[in-house]
Structure formats: structure tokens, C-alpha cells
């Protein structure tokens, strides 16, 4: 495949146009692949179809994830959460990592207990790594051809970010000596280098008053992962799930930084910067999502979040969602006349119970289940959020505005 070619890596960089009658959405450099359609969420549907199609070989680069420039504009609810503009910079390549003895290059064990990757070991329960990254580097059995940027997959559970030397050696001095980047080991004859971001961060992500915070902390080495999730942050343009706090920002803002919790860290850069980087081709590839700012004293530096994975004794006995043929599924979305009233319907008695918790709605569930039922789409997204009050589960019921989607997730948690 040429090296011009924009199907090397499934980050598609494409580019977006209001019309008259909707949304114009096309590959950058190839605007006979396009979407079209009345809606962002419709236009980008018909784009990625066209991608899939247009690939030379869609395997490769499935799943697509388009990366838009300029960003998609973001939705009036996330607007507030967006200045200063910054954006986190990664990539979806994967870096396999060698597996068993081989990562480390001895014997012993590579992921045992005391794992010389992290410098407490590896943690027993949640299997990532205790402790900081030490100097140790890691071995890339399978590196991906055309890459800027990706994560290593490899036994342990933490997220190591990587990215090219060619990318770094566009940030200047001052920009890179504000990250710690360690060298990873590629096989012999690979003449290619890439460097694993390492924490300590920055900017740690925060919880944000007023919004659901979802994650985990795990009960037996403390670490903790924070995401804020609410169904207004997930509309075209926002995708809003990383907060940092407005008052832990320098002044002057530097235009690079590390932003994450523990070893999963990530670049976060001002998008004026970015704007300037992704101009050269030695950017192409990666991947950028903006990053929520809150104002202190809306701030929640330790939000509640989950303990555990697995349902517990009370979430268990949710129901699975239910189209109106009686089918079970966990996790859906379908047109609403498809949806079971009885999706709505088991709250009531369940929250009585005490197996429930409603903590955020726009309207009551049934008034959602009304809404879902009318003609026309809804004038915004409306839902509604529930707890497990034991475990501290997140679930939702979502009737979106664009597209006008109903869907019921309580069985995981997830969005």
C-alpha cells in the first residue's frame, strides 16, 4: 500500500461540511468516499460503510475510526466543558508484546508477583502493575507496519501508550522534557524506534459535580480509574469522558502534557499545537478526542466508583432488557416501537426494594417510555441513570436525539 494511501491505518483522517439538507462527511483525499445525510450521526453510518468499501483490504483496517479535522463541532451541553481546547493525542495501533519469559529477556516468570516491568510487582487482583514503571524496557514481538502511535497489548492490565520517534521529534525541547518516554524494544532488524509514555502525569483525571462518574478502584492495591460518563458527553462532536481539573492548570498553559492516573497516561495537547502537528505527515495515524476542563469547585477528586466487576448479590436480579417479542438482550439499540414497556416498568418496584437507585433523569422512566413512542425524534437526549446502591453499577436508559435511538444498558454498566 503507498505510503499516500489514507487506508494504512484504521485512523481515517477525514473532513466535515454542514450543507443545506444536512451533513457532508468524506475521507481527506478521497472525496468520492463520503457519507451524506440529514443528520451528523446518519452521514457518519454512511461513511464508514464507504470506507469499509473503498479499503483494498477492509480486514486490516476494521474497526474504522475516522479523526476529523477541524473537530466535529460539539454539542451545546459540552461546550461549557472545552476551554481551555485541549485534546488527547493517541493512537489505535497495537504493539504485541513478547509473551512469558521472552518480555524480559530471562527466565523468571515475566508477570509474576514480582515483575521487574512495575517496580511493586503485579497486583494479585486486578493485574496491573503496583507501583511505578521502572527502567525496564519492553519487548515488541509484533509491531505494527504503519503506526505513529498505538498501545502494547500485552498480560499485564495497564494501558502503556506508545508513540513514533518520528512524532516526537516534531514536539520541541521544552515539550519533550516534560515527558518520560522509554525506549521500546523492537525485533532484531526492525531500524524503526518507539517510546512508551510513562507517568508520573501531569494532570490527573477528575469527577465532575453533578454528572456520573463510572470506573473501578481496586480493593487490593488502591489503584483507581476515573471516567465521567453521561449520555449528553457521547452526542457528534463531544465523545467527553476525561476531566482534569481547572485549577491543577499552570499558567502559562504549556501547549504539551501527560494526563492519566498511575502508568496509564496519555499526550494531551492544546489544540492550537495540534493544529500545527498534524499538518505534517509524521502525525498521520493518530488519534485525538477533546479533554473535559471543570471549574474547582464543580471538581470531585475522589469520586464514588466501583469496586468489583461482576454483578453482585442485588444487580444480579436486574432484569435483561426485552424487545417487544419478549427477547432478552444485555446491551441494545433498536427502534423504540421495539422496545418492551417493560423495561421501564420494573424501576418502580425495584428502587422499593432497594435493588435500584435512580440517580439522574431528564423525565421519569415512563415519561422516557411516552417519549419513546412518538413520531418524531425528541428535541434532546433524555435519560435516565440508575445505580446498584451495593456495588455502585452504573446503568442507563437513553431515548438519543441524534440519531433518535432508544437503549437500555444495566446489565455492565457501560456507554
Aim: glycine share 6%; aromatic share 6%; with cysteine.
Amino acid at each position: 500500500m503507498s505510503a499516500s494511501s489514507p487506508f494504512r491505518s484504521n485512523v481515517i483522517d477525514c473532513r466535515w461540511q454542514r450543507t443545506s439538507d444536512g451533513w457532508k462527511l468524506w475521507v481527506h483525499g478521497r472525496p468520492d468516499v463520503e457519507g451524506l445525510a440529514a443528520t451528523c450521526s446518519a452521514a457518519l453510518a454512511a461513511l464508514l460503510q464507504a470506507i469499509l468499501e473503498a479499503a483494498p483490504d477492509p480486514d486490516a483496517i476494521d474497526p474504522v475510526v475516522p479523526e476529523f479535522w477541524p473537530p466535529l463541532p460539539a454539542g451545546a451541553f459540552a461546550e461549557r466543558y472545552l476551554q481551555p481546547a485541549l485534546r488527547l493525542v493517541t493512537g489505535d495501533a497495537i504493539f504485541e508484546a513478547e509473551s512469558g519469559s521472552k518480555l524480559l529477556g530471562h527466565s523468571a516468570n515475566a508477570l509474576g508477583s514480582s515483575s521487574p516491568l512495575f517496580r511493586d510487582g503485579i497486583c494479585r487482583v486486578c493485574n496491573c502493575g503496583c507501583g511505578p514503571r521502572t527502567d525496564v524496557p519492553i519487548r515488541i514481538a509484533a509491531p505494527p507496519s504503519f503506526a505513529n502511535g498505538g498501545w502494547i497489548r500485552a498480560a499485564f492490565g495497564d494501558l502503556l501508550r506508545v508513540y513514533s520517534q518520528e512524532f516526537l521529534d516534531l514536539l520541541c525541547a521544552a515539550e519533550r522534557a516534560r515527558l518520560s518516554l522509554l525506549p521500546v524494544e523492537l525485533p532484531a532488524g526492525d531500524r524503526r524506534r518507539f517510546f512508551e509514555l510513562r507517568g508520573p502525569a501531569q494532570l490527573q483525571p477528575v469527577g465532575v459535580r453533578d454528572l456520573q462518574t463510572d470506573g473501578q478502584e481496586c480493593p487490593e492495591c488502591g489503584r483507581r480509574e476515573v471516567r465521567v460518563v453521561d449520555p449528553r458527553l457521547r452526542e457528534p462532536g463531544s465523545f467527553l469522558r476525561t476531566f482534569v481539573c481547572a485549577g491543577d492548570l499552570p499558567a502559562p498553559l504549556p501547549t504539551v502534557s501527560a494526563v492519566g492516573s498511575g502508568n496509564e497516561v496519555a499526550l494531551c495537547v492544546t489544540q492550537d499545537r495540534w493544529t500545527s502537528l498534524r499538518a505534517n505527515r509524521r502525525a498521520s495515524g493518530l488519534l485525538t478526542e477533546p479533554l473535559g476542563v471543570v471549574a474547582a469547585a464543580d471538581c470531585e477528586r475522589q469520586p464514588r466508583v466501583r469496586v468489583r466487576t461482576e454483578h453482585c448479590d442485588a444487580c444480579c436480579h436486574w432484569p435483561a432488557a426485552r424487545t417487544i417479542s419478549d427477547q432478552q438482550m444485555a446491551v441494545f439499540e433498536l427502534p423504540a416501537e421495539q422496545c418492551s414497556r417493560r423495561n421501564f416498568t420494573w424501576l418502580a418496584e425495584a428502587e422499593r426494594d432497594g435493588l435500584v437507585q435512580i440517580v439522574c433523569a431528564t423525565v421519569p422512566p415512563l415519561e422516557l417510555y411516552e417519549l419513546s413512542q412518538q413520531s418524531l425524534p425528541p428535541e434532546r437526549t433524555e435519560f435516565v441513570g440508575l445505580r446498584c446502591p451495593r456495588c455502585w453499577r452504573l446503568g442507563w436508559i437513553v431515548l438519543s436525539r441524534d440519531p433518535a435511538e432508544l437503549s437500555c444498558d444495566w446489565r455492565n454498566g457501560l456507554m
